[in-house]
């Protein structure tokens, strides 16, 4: 109880003083931005600050931050510690100076300030690993909330193929909600998708207080504050890669530089950028708790899949008509992050190869080409028993993966800008250990190599990446300056 209560006084008062000293680095001021230079009617089109926070928020905040923690909680109340100092230091600051990058940058994607600010070989592996990543997202997001639909709210078989009818009209929305200018579609229907957000969330946080919930914030068969995981897993690496979102994502970057396309002042940065991800790894401490009550209680043992507790917890703490909202919240939330995934895959992918974007056949039929892998990778996971567990993974691992691109960008242009870059590079430098020795010790989606040595090659890789990310910077910094010059 203790440690979910200090977790809370470190998200909110650490994020308060921290996002000032991220502000003060970025030096953000009254230039104008490239909603207002830029304005297209399509995707550079100005939006209100309360509309631009609460868009940003459903972008990044899909069924990772509370399917993560669900499953991350299993590694003890040291998550009610590790979630809000990962959100404050890494997240929130990763998606602040991700955002306001773009914005410098006419609200360029990803992949051209990889290229500028680390080198455009560097730009060829990110294309590969964000595409890869982008399909993940958009086919775990389909598959998530068809299936709580099916589930929780029609009480039907997920496994039967009526699924894929459900599967089909998400499928609809997203095609409909990439191609419509960003406005009209995901502008005004965000709004009311909010609502259940914010709803589910604070009422589960309320009934935490009530009934003696509070003194279930830890296991009586366990001891400490880090807890033996019931099926072996290792908390370093993958308590990290089980909670991605809620800590850190490296897909945020890619809803970051989207949003930066429809803020009229950088004045708004710090709240839609920060105190988003701020309000995301609340939401996962509440979903952490919300499971640990649960678990601890007997209402559900620890094998219960991560999907079938958020019935659980919904149901307990809200009741049926609070549950029935809770879960809706819950639906809510990877639909608004899939449109957006796909909506920000068309235009890395249209500004990668200058196609133009003006005209909605275009836009189209760009989007059907898109969508055609993500079907095909979702009916592979529907059809394989450990389909949705193998996507799940790599989704964690990739999403992870293509974060430590955008640090490096953020430490190049700080360190370009003559401001502190350790505050973008020492994230960078953990998670390129924590993928590394994922993917090199992890023996389902890994090469399962024993781990200590897993450990020791991933510090290795670790050395590299801090010494490649600033040789990188200053050699581009060298670049940038004499294109300047000249």
Excluded at 11 to 31: A, C, M, N, T
Aim: hydrophobic residues 50%.
């Amino acid at each position: 109880m203790v440690l979910f209560f200090v977790g809370l006084i470190i998200l909110f008062l650490g994020g308060y003083f921290y996002s000032k000293y991220v502000e003060s680095q970025l030096e953000i001021d009254d230039r104008p931005t490239p909603a207002v230079t830029k304005a297209d009617g399509i995707d550079f089109v100005v939006m209100p600050k309360w509309k631009n926070w609460l868009v940003n928020l459903l972008n990044i905040a899909g069924t990772g931050p509370i399917l993560g923690p669900i499953q991350g909680i299993l590694f003890g109340p040291i998550a009610f510690i590790t979630i809000p100092i990962g959100c404050v230091l890494a997240g929130a600051t990763h998606d602040f100076i991700v955002g306001t990058i773009s914005m410098r940058n006419g609200g360029a994607q990803i992949p051209r300030l990889v290229g500028k600010y680390i080198g455009n070989g560097t730009r060829k592996v990110y294309n590969v690993v964000m595409g890869i990543l982008l399909l993940l997202v958009g086919a775990v997001f389909v598959y998530t909330p068809g299936d709580l639909i099916a589930n929780d709210l029609l009480g039907l078989d997920p496994a039967s193929n009526q699924i894929f009818i459900i599967y089909a009209v998400i499928f609809i929305y997203y095609l409909i909600s990439t191609v419509m200018p960003i406005d009209q579609i995901i502008g005004r229907i965000y709004p009311i998708f909010g609502i259940f957000l914010l709803v589910s969330a604070l009422g589960i946080f309320i009934k935490l207080f009530f009934d003696g919930n509070l003194n279930y914030l830890t296991m009586a068969d366990q001891q400490g504050i880090l807890y033996a995981h019931p099926r072996g897993q290792r908390f370093i690496p993958a308590f990290f890669i089980t909670v991605a979102c809620g800590i850190m994502s490296g897909f945020h970057a890619t809803q970051s530089t989207l949003i930066s396309r429809t803020i009229p002042t950088e004045r708004d940065n710090k709240l839609v950028f920060y105190s988003g991800m701020i309000t995301e790894g609340f939401i996962a401490m509440i979903w952490a708790a919300g499971a640990m009550v649960i678990f601890s209680r007997g209402i559900a043992p620890t094998d219960t899949p991560a999907t079938l507790m958020v019935g659980q917890i919904s149901k307990y703490f809200m009741g049926n008509i609070g549950g029935l909202l809770a879960i809706i919240g819950v639906v809510v939330l990877p639909i608004t992050t899939g449109d957006t995934a796909f909506r920000s895959l068309r235009l890395i992918v249209s500004e990668e190869f200058n196609i133009d974007q003006k005209t909605s056949s275009k836009r189209l039929g760009l989007a059907v080409v898109l969508f055609i892998p993500a079907i095909l990778l979702l009916v592979w996971a529907k059809s394989d028993a450990d389909g949705f567990n193998m996507i799940w993974r790599y989704f964690g691992f990739m999403n992870q993966l293509v974060g430590i691109f955008a640090l490096a960008v953020a430490t190049s242009y700080l360190m370009n800008n003559g401001k502190n870059y350790l505050i973008a590079l020492i994230p960078g430098i953990f998670y390129t250990f924590i993928v590394s020795s994922f993917i090199l010790y992890d023996p389902a989606v890994g090469f399962g190599i024993s781990y200590n040595i897993a450990l020791i090659i991933a510090a290795i890789l670790t050395a590299l990446y801090g010494y490649g990310t600033i040789r990188a910077s200053k050699n581009n910094g060298d670049r940038i300056a004499s294109i300047i010059l000249e």
